[in-house]
């Protein structure tokens, strides 16, 4: 079965601190993906892998980054953690999209900034 | 800029029909996904369309109509487990997934 998994489902992290959201898939697939899903404004992409060691930024990068040293893992890095960070992370993984490729997602990841 | 207009909340009965409408303007279109989130889960594919027309899976059919930017899912014989969100996602012409904001979906007994 294809898997998406996240490191840690609930996170609570003060302001200020280094954040780290691990993302493994099992599925062999070159592009990856993170997500933030916040109430009323849907996916927004932070940033997506078509490949190891590359990175291309999404709609809203700003306070993070990410890393792919490896195929199957995709990691999001909050380098200073803020409140306005509060939300739920998704992870994705997919084969390449133009022949309709579906997306896996992971479970989520649920982080709280105090 | 790009945008997918989704009704941001319906209620239905159990047993009954219901339709959910997607309406798009992006830059190109290279595919139509449906995706399904129970709350605090992942969301789940539910159909993909890339051709007009309909598409029917069990209770499930999605519908798209390129010329018109729209597309619908329909769902049959609604069961307490459908209700969750629906997401409307669409593939640009540089490949990249944009996404609707989603719509709740309350079913009642």
């Known amino acids: 079965d294809v898997k998406v998994t996240q490191s840690s489902r609930y996170l609570v992290k003060r302001t200020g601190e280094k954040v780290f959201l691990e993302c493994v898939q099992d599925m062999d697939h070159e592009n990856m993906f993170w997500y933030r899903q916040d109430p009323g404004l849907g996916l927004r992409l932070i940033y997506f892998?078509?490949?190891?060691?590359?990175?291309e930024k999404g709609d809203i990068p700003e306070g993070y980054s990410v890393s792919r040293e490896k195929k199957e893992r995709f990691s999001l890095i909050l380098e200073s953690a803020s409140t306005n960070q509060t939300s739920m992370y998704l992870c994705?993984?997919?084969?390449?999209?133009?022949?309709?490729?579906?997306?896996?997602f992971g479970e989520g990841s649920w982080l709280t900034v105090v | 800029g790009q945008n997918i207009d989704q009704p941001t909340e319906m209620t239905a009965t159990e047993g009954a029909i219901v339709q959910i409408n997607c309406t798009y303007q992006?830059?190109?279109?290279?595919?139509l996904f449906w995706y399904q989130q129970h709350a605090g889960e992942a969301p789940t594919f539910l159909s993909y369309n890339v051709l007009d027309g309909l598409e029917e899976k069990g209770r499930f059919s999605s519908f798209l109509s390129r010329s018109k930017g729209y597309s619908y899912l329909l769902l049959k014989e609604l069961q307490m487990k459908d209700s969750a969100s629906y997401l409307c996602a669409v593939i640009d012409s540089n490949y990249q997934l944009i996404w609707g904001a989603g719509t709740k979906l309350i079913i009642k007994p």
């Open positions: 994705a993984s997919s084969f390449p999209a133009d022949s309709g490729n579906t997306i896996y």
């Open positions: 992006t830059s190109g279109f290279n595919g």
């Open positions: 892998s078509y490949d190891v060691k590359m990175k």
